[in-house]
């Protein structure tokens, strides 16, 4: 059972933080399917995302402007929520085509798909993102509807240790550029009322909570400088918005404005670009965000 965190509607007192009007919005996709869960390849010149286009969910690939659409999977189950790995030239994603959600991994040369390990306790791997080395795999484990823990895995899926584990829902894991920590949501200090974001030193255990207000704030990434963070925070009477701050928490502006809404916002690696996943004419798309 999966949270559908694209459907939140809910309160943000938005008159303490600033806004930013320069940033433009251009669509890539446009079709009655929904395409989501988008994100820069490496080198910047590629964007993976999902799509249920053909019927059920199937990962595919487009060029940076939106052309040259690539089917990169073909499969009755659903395939989601593609990451990449470092080199640019494999992807790691979800699917239940084995029976229940495990990880895949996707060279693109050959279109070879490979099932990891399995992690061996219980719960769903989803939201599964390569380490900038390659090495390890940062990974929420759904073990219930109000509860996900945080985990590392090896390369090839094996579980190394748990990152964060309590009674609440932790989700959503992004690399820092340095491999050091890693940001997410969670609702450990909100007694699950909300979802909040945070940064973990994975080598020394340390948190730093970064933002506190009273409802929904989630799906991080960091800017490709790692000075910056992109972020959703939900509306009262209306879809999510994006908002950019400064890693360290400070300088909260609202950078989209849009009654339909958006959400899972994904850096480019080396230019001020932000891919979004927005609602628009009755279905997502994806976009892009430039100033």
Same mark, same amino acid.
């Given at each position: 059972? @999966?949270?559908? +965190?694209?459907?939140?509607?809910?309160?943000?007192?938005?008159?303490?933080?600033?806004?930013?009007?320069?940033? &433009?919005?251009?669509?890539?996709?446009?079709?009655?399917? !929904? !395409?989501?869960?988008? $994100?820069?390849?490496?080198?910047?010149? $590629?964007?993976? +995302?999902?799509? !249920?286009?053909?019927?059920?969910?199937? #990962?595919?690939?487009?060029?940076?402007? *939106?052309?040259?659409?690539?089917?990169?999977?073909?499969?009755?189950?659903?395939?989601?929520?593609?990451?990449? @790995?470092?080199?640019?030239? %494999?992807? /790691? +994603?979800?699917?239940?085509?084995? *029976?229940?959600?495990?990880?895949?991994?996707?060279?693109?040369?050959?279109?070879?798909?490979?099932?990891?390990?399995?992690?061996?306790?219980?719960?769903?791997?989803?939201?599964? =993102? +390569?380490?900038?080395?390659?090495?390890? #795999?940062?990974?929420? #484990?759904?073990?219930?509807?109000?509860?996900?823990? /945080?985990?590392?895995?090896?390369? &090839?899926?094996?579980?190394?240790?748990?990152?964060?584990?309590?009674?609440?829902?932790?989700?959503?894991? %992004?690399?820092?550029?340095?491999?050091?920590?890693?940001?997410?949501?969670?609702? &450990?200090?909100? =007694?699950?009322? !909300?979802?909040?974001?945070?940064?973990?030193?994975?080598?020394?255990?340390?948190?730093?909570?970064?933002?506190?207000?009273?409802?929904?704030?989630?799906?991080?990434?960091? $800017?490709?400088?790692?000075?910056?963070?992109?972020?959703?925070?939900?509306?009262? *009477? $209306?879809?999510?918005? #994006?908002?950019?701050?400064?890693?360290?928490?400070?300088?909260?502006?609202?950078?989209? @404005?849009?009654?339909?809404?958006?959400?899972?916002?994904?850096? @480019?690696?080396?230019?001020?670009?932000?891919?979004?996943?927005?609602?628009?004419?009755?279905?997502?798309?994806?976009?892009?965000?430039?100033?």
């Amino acid at each position: 059972m @999966h949270i559908n +965190f694209l459907s939140l509607i809910l309160f943000m007192p938005c008159l303490l933080i600033g806004q930013a009007d320069s940033w &433009k919005e251009q669509c890539l996709t446009n079709n009655s399917a !929904d !395409d989501r869960y988008a $994100s820069y390849s490496p080198d910047g010149n $590629s964007i993976v +995302f999902e799509s !249920d286009r053909d019927g059920n969910w199937e #990962i595919y690939l487009i060029d940076g402007e *939106g052309e040259n659409i690539r089917r990169l999977t073909n499969n009755p189950a659903d395939d989601r929520r593609p990451t990449w @790995h470092p080199n640019g030239k %494999k992807l /790691l +994603f979800e699917s239940n085509r084995s *029976g229940t959600n495990q990880l895949y991994t996707l060279k693109l040369g050959s279109g070879t798909a490979q099932k990891l390990k399995n992690l061996g306790t219980a719960g769903e791997p989803i939201f599964a =993102e +390569f380490s900038p080395n390659g090495k390890n #795999i940062a990974v929420s #484990i759904q073990e219930a509807e109000q509860q996900g823990s /945080l985990a590392l895995l090896n390369k &090839k899926g094996k579980l190394r240790r748990k990152l964060v584990h309590n009674d609440y829902r932790n989700f959503y894991p %992004k690399w820092s550029k340095d491999g050091v920590e890693i940001l997410f949501f969670s609702r &450990k200090d909100t =007694e699950n009322n !909300d979802d909040e974001i945070y940064r973990l030193n994975i080598r020394t255990g340390t948190e730093k909570r970064l933002t506190q207000w009273p409802k929904h704030n989630f799906c991080p990434s960091w $800017s490709g400088d790692g000075t910056r963070i992109a972020y959703v925070t939900s509306m009262e *009477g $209306s879809r999510p918005e #994006i908002y950019i701050m400064d890693a360290d928490g400070t300088n909260k502006q609202r950078i989209t @404005h849009n009654k339909n809404g958006e959400t899972l916002p994904n850096w @480019h690696p080396a230019e001020n670009k932000i891919l979004i996943t927005a609602y628009r004419n009755g279905n997502y798309e994806i976009c892009v965000l430039t100033q």
